[in-house]
């Protein structure tokens, strides 16, 4: 199952890669008030890279806290 999980990243990956390299264009960005002119491709690499760093950090605090509470469940009687 792991060899599965890892195709599909690396073919998301790959679509991420492919899909910022054919779009340079610069768009208008805005957040809270703010407006930013960067390149689309510059974007999607940015909030791919926020994306899998955030989503690793969460699998990584649910696995903890999930085995944390099976622990404390089976070392009470």
């Known amino acids: 199952m792991r060899w599965v999980y ?5 073919l998301f990956a790959a679509a ?3 899909f910022a390299a054919q779009n340079f264009e610069i768009v208008t ?3 809270l008030g703010s407006n930013a002119r960067v390149p689309l491709s510059l974007l999607v690499a940015v909030t791919y890279l926020l ?14 806290s999930y085995e ?4 404390s469940v089976m070392g009470s009687p």
């Not at 994306?51 to 903890?64: I, K």
């Open 6 to 10: 890892l195709a599909v990243i690396i």
């Open 16 to 18: 991420t890669i492919v």
């Open 29 to 31: 960005m805005s957040f």
């Open 51 to 64: 994306g899998a760093a955030t989503g690793g950090s969460l699998y990584a605090l649910l696995r903890r």
């Open 68 to 71: 944390g509470s099976r622990r």
